[in-house]
């Protein structure tokens, strides 16, 4: 028995700056910084045009303009706006972007402390403006109308295109065949290539995530999504570099490698909807196995079904897989087959799962996952040999059986919360960010092999007892008299492991002092095997 426990708790970082005043910065007037994100309602994408004012919010007048900033970061557009305040009082944040409508925000600093630089607000989502076409304007324009020669026009798109740092291949440039799949999209960019078990490498570099619509939602079972979204609902597919999720925002972040992600962007009509799918069959097997003294005359079959529901911010999705074919693959489009590839043997395996993702704008977002597997895996191999030898040929026979069994189950959750603003007119800026996993593995396992020099080919006439005359404790009549040796050898073995592991972080400001923080990382392990 083999069993650990790490428990690791850190209190870090309870830190209070003093500074000096002089009289000039006595007499000197404070000001509050006043910040929030902006974004689109439907999207939660940064606006670019942004326009914003600060106003009295009891008659509308003119106070300052506002400070805005706009930023890619992962690939997404974020903006935020900065308002700087003179004195407590209400006020309104009149927000304008070309495309949108005009929102006003009201908000209200009953009072300036001391202490406290900044302050946040909840974030603000703008509405598209209705599109309009008044009828005046179309008569006109049925008017003016103007009869041309007939125009062909013809457009070639191009397949990929860097925007900023980011590589960018556009779905429909590339011709696919009907029903095609997202693995036999991804094939066919320049410069990518699929391996078996859904790694992915762009241009020689391993892609660490794979994303959907940019989240972290089937990178733990990227076959998932490489075997089941249709290819005619993909836009587009981004390739760039991001920040780790673990290091983001700590000290490490500068001295941490970036990760390379590729993000599988859906278009507008999919971004909301249920995808199923499900294949089956079943065939028939020519011949039969030797195992274990039985005959094995199981039909190969495969049975897989799938369903996914997904938004913007929320997704579930449910699968289940079951076969006895050692194999999970297609035939490869270069004219391999798989099954080459796969492992001697037969593997009767049956898998159940589950994922799912839930957010509530940047405040809260949720994700776990859980997978069962059970497998039966049997394996034989029979040999005989003959060696030529001046005083006489002698023969060889040998076997070996293998059958193991393996039960796995795999969950792991993800929480993260931000909440801005004050809570309980006590705190600020809340960060908690928790992952917890657990794997446990129950595995058996038994094997029998023998083999044997004869002086004679007298195995042949034992048929099938042959393996058992090798295995028998007492040799028999006939391996005393032609058997040169022998050697025989019986296995079992079984055992089991759980493996948990919890990895939490918290921080959390005063409500009014922005010199005090506190802040909490914890890590718990647990390992045991016997």
């Given at each position: 028995?083999?069993?650990?426990?790490?428990?690791?708790?850190?209190?870090?970082?309870?830190?209070?700056?003093?500074?000096?005043?002089?009289?000039?910065?006595?007499?000197?007037?404070?000001?509050?910084?006043?910040?929030?994100s902006?974004?689109?309602?439907?999207?939660?994408?940064?606006?670019?045009?942004?326009?914003?004012?600060?106003?009295?919010?009891?008659?509308?007048?003119?106070?300052?303009?506002?400070h805005?900033?706009?930023?890619?970061?992962?690939?997404?557009?974020?903006?935020?706006?900065d308002?700087?305040i003179?004195?407590?009082?209400?006020?309104?944040?009149?927000?304008?972007?070309?495309?949108?409508?005009?929102?006003?925000?009201?908000?209200?600093?009953?009072?300036m402390?001391?202490?406290?630089?900044?302050?946040?607000?909840?974030?603000?989502?703008?509405?598209?403006?209705?599109?309009?076409?008044?009828?005046?304007?179309?008569?006109?324009?049925?008017?003016?109308?103007?009869?041309?020669?007939?125009?062909?026009?013809?457009?070639?798109?191009?397949?990929?295109?860097?925007?900023?740092?980011?590589?960018?291949?556009d779905?429909?440039?590339?011709?696919?065949?009907?029903?095609?799949?997202?693995?036999?999209?991804?094939?066919?960019?320049?410069?990518?290539?699929?391996?078996?078990?859904?790694?992915?490498?762009?241009?020689?570099?391993k892609?660490?995530?794979?994303?959907?619509?940019?989240?972290?939602?089937?990178?733990?079972?990227?076959?998932?999504?490489?075997?089941?979204?249709?290819?005619?609902?993909?836009?587009?597919?981004?390739?760039?570099?991001?920040?780790?999720?673990?290091?983001?925002?700590?000290?490490?972040?500068?001295?941490?490698?970036?990760?390379?992600?590729?993000?599988?962007?859906?278009?507008?009509?999919?971004?909301?909807?249920?995808?199923?799918?499900?294949?089956?069959?079943?065939?028939?097997?020519?011949?039969?196995?030797?195992?274990?003294?039985?005959?094995?005359?199981?039909?190969?079959?495969?049975?897989?079904?799938?369903?996914?529901?997904?938004?913007?911010?929320?997704?579930?999705?449910?699968?289940?897989?079951?076969?006895?074919?050692?194999?999970?693959?297609?035939?490869?489009?270069?004219?391999?087959?798989?099954?080459?590839?796969?492992e001697?043997?037969?593997?009767?395996?049956?898998?159940?799962?589950?994922?799912?993702?839930?957010?509530?704008?940047?405040?809260?977002?949720?994700?776990?996952?859980?997978?069962?597997?059970?497998?039966?895996?049997?394996?034989?191999?029979?040999?005989?040999?003959?060696?030529?030898?001046?005083?006489?040929?002698?023969?060889?026979?040998?076997?070996?059986t293998?059958?193991?069994?393996?039960?796995?189950?795999?969950?792991?959750?993800?929480?993260?919360?931000?909440?801005?603003?004050?809570?309980?007119?006590?705190?600020?800026?809340?960060?908690?960010?928790?992952?917890?996993?657990?794997?446990?593995?129950?595995?058996?396992?038994?094997?029998?092999?023998?083999?044997?020099?004869?002086?004679?080919?007298?195995?042949?006439?034992?048929?099938?007892?042959?393996?058992?005359?090798?295995?028998?404790?007492?040799?028999?009549?006939?391996l005393?008299?032609?058997?040169?040796?022998?050697?025989?050898?019986?296995?079992?073995?079984?055992?089991?492991?759980?493996?948990?592991?919890?990895?939490?972080?918290?921080?959390?400001?005063?409500?009014?002092?922005?010199?005090?923080?506190?802040?909490?990382?914890?890590?718990?392990?647990?390992?045991?095997?016997?």
């Open positions: 028995m083999n069993k650990q426990t790490i428990i690791a708790f850190l209190l870090a970082l309870f830190s209070m700056a003093t500074y000096g005043q002089t009289d000039s910065t006595k007499t000197k007037k404070r000001e509050l910084s006043v910040y929030t902006v974004a689109d309602h439907l999207t939660h994408d940064g606006i670019d045009s942004l326009k914003a004012t600060l106003l009295r919010a009891a008659d509308s007048s003119f106070v300052d303009t506002v805005v900033q706009s930023y890619k970061y992962n690939d997404k557009l974020h903006t935020y706006v308002a700087s003179k004195e407590a009082g209400k006020y309104l944040l009149r927000l304008e972007a070309k495309g949108y409508q005009t929102r006003f925000t009201p908000f209200e600093i009953q009072k402390y001391k202490r406290e630089s900044y302050r946040e607000l909840k974030p603000i989502y703008l509405h598209r403006a209705k599109k309009s076409s008044p009828k005046g304007e179309l008569e006109g324009a049925l008017d003016s109308t103007t009869i041309m020669d007939e125009v062909v026009v013809k457009a070639t798109k191009l397949k990929f295109y860097m925007d900023g740092d980011t590589l960018v291949y779905a429909d440039a590339f011709s696919m065949a009907e029903g095609s799949m997202l693995d036999a999209l991804i094939k066919k960019l320049p410069g990518v290539e699929l391996k078996g078990g859904g790694e992915i490498t762009v241009n020689g570099r892609v660490d995530a794979l994303l959907l619509n940019g989240k972290d939602f089937f990178d733990s079972d990227r076959e998932l999504l490489l075997d089941n979204m249709p290819s005619y609902m993909v836009k587009d597919i981004r390739s760039y570099e991001r920040t780790p999720d673990n290091v983001k925002g700590t000290i490490r972040e500068k001295t941490t490698q970036k990760e390379m992600v590729m993000d599988v962007r859906l278009k507008r009509d999919y971004n909301t909807a249920w995808l199923a799918n499900a294949e089956g069959g079943i065939g028939k097997r020519f011949g039969s196995q030797e195992d274990f003294g039985e005959t094995t005359k199981a039909p190969p079959f495969l049975g897989r079904a799938f369903a996914m529901r997904y938004s913007t911010n929320s997704r579930i999705a449910l699968f289940a897989n079951v076969n006895n074919l050692s194999d999970y693959h297609t035939p490869g489009e270069k004219g391999e087959w798989s099954p080459l590839r796969q001697r043997g037969i593997t009767t395996s049956y898998t159940l799962g589950a994922n799912g993702l839930y957010e509530k704008g940047e405040d809260f977002r949720y994700q776990g996952s859980i997978k069962g597997t059970y497998a039966d895996s049997k394996e034989a191999n029979h040999t005989a040999s003959e060696t030529f030898l001046q005083g006489g040929n002698t023969y060889g026979r040998s076997f070996f293998r059958r193991s069994y393996d039960a796995r189950l795999n969950t792991d959750h993800s929480i993260r919360l931000r909440k801005s603003g004050t809570l309980w007119e006590t705190f600020k800026g809340l960060y908690f960010d928790n992952d917890v996993s657990l794997e446990y593995l129950h595995w058996s396992n038994y094997s029998n092999s023998a083999s044997a020099t004869l002086a004679e080919d007298v195995a042949e006439g034992w048929g099938k007892a042959w393996m058992d005359s090798l295995m028998t404790p007492y040799a028999g009549n006939l005393r008299r032609y058997a040169l040796n022998r050697d025989t050898s019986r296995r079992h073995g079984t055992g089991r492991h759980i493996n948990i592991n919890d990895y939490g972080f918290f921080n959390v400001s005063p409500a009014h002092n922005d010199y005090i923080n506190f802040m909490l990382n914890y890590n718990y392990y647990f390992y045991d095997r016997y």
